[in-house]
T-cell receptor, first 112, second 115 residues
Framework: AQSVTQPDIHITVSEGASLELRCNYS??????LFWYVQSPGQGLQLLLK??????LVQGIKGFEAEFKRSQSSFNLRKPSVHWSDAAEYFC??????????FGAGTRLTVKP | GAVVSQHPSRVICKSGTSVKIECRSL??????MFWYRQFPKQSLMLMAT?????????EQGVEKDKFLINHASLTLSTLTVTSAHPEDSSFYIC???????????FGPGTRLTVT
């Protein structure tokens, strides 16, 4: 079965600084990879996804992620963080068998 | 497109009672729906997968007699928490998958508090 690791539980960045959230996955075949954002008490919003093709994926709100098969990674990046980006971020890996597994999440705090 | 709704968004019930949560795909037919549970400051844990017209498949450790799932139509799945206890208090999120798609669309979640 697939699994996801988000090594960073909590990250603090200054507004305007760049951001990278790490995600490593384990799966025997080509995975389907997702990044979601969740504000407190809210549901999940899809930021971006990777199914195939170009390994650099552009998402909403200025986020992008790069699939690196050799490193089993799908890190999320943003060049300049805004205060409104403070939230919980989840990486998820899906497989053809309907399963979607989520990482533990990374809480992002943005300093003014 | 691809909107999933949940009702209610918040519910408070007394210990020992049952509560039903609805998950609807509003603009597409969902052959498969999923139910997740999320404890505070934790990730989503898959509880069960339901396919329209068939019995749900529960993850290991999830009591199927306590968490009753019904997927009676292509746009509606329900989760009934029976004989609720305070430890069932949690955030329940559903998702729906359209045919021939690997993507799941998530509902806004239901906050259940059992007193």
């Amino acid at each position: 079965a697939q699994s996801v690791t988000q090594p960073d539980i909590h990250i603090t960045v200054s507004e305007g600084a760049s951001l990278e959230l790490r995600c490593n996955y384990s799966y025997g075949a080509t995975p389907y990879l997702f990044w979601y954002v969740q504000s407190p008490g809210q549901g999940l919003q899809l930021l971006l996804k990777y199914f195939s093709g170009d390994t650099l994926v552009q998402g909403i709100k200025g986020f992008e992620a790069e699939f690196k098969r050799s490193q089993s990674s799908f890190n999320l990046r943003k060049p300049s963080v805004h205060w409104s980006d403070a939230a919980e971020y989840f990486c998820a890996v899906g497989a053809g068998n309907n399963d979607m597994r989520f990482g533990a999440g990374t809480r992002l705090t943005v300093k003014p | 497109g691809a909107v999933v709704s949940q009702h209610p968004s918040r519910v408070i019930c007394k210990s020992g009672t049952s509560v039903k949560i609805e998950c609807r795909s509003l603009d597409f037919q969902a052959t498969t729906m999923f139910w997740y549970r999320q404890f505070p400051k934790q990730s989503l844990m898959l509880m069960a997968t339901s396919n329209e017209g068939s019995k749900a498949t529960y993850e290991q450790g999830v009591e199927k007699d306590k968490f009753l799932i019904n997927h009676a139509s292509l746009t509606l799945s329900t989760l009934t928490v029976t004989s609720a206890h305070p430890e069932d208090s949690s955030f329940y999120i559903c998702s729906a998958r359209a045919p021939y798609s690997y993507e799941q669309y998530f509902g806004p979640g239901t906050r259940l508090t059992v007193t």
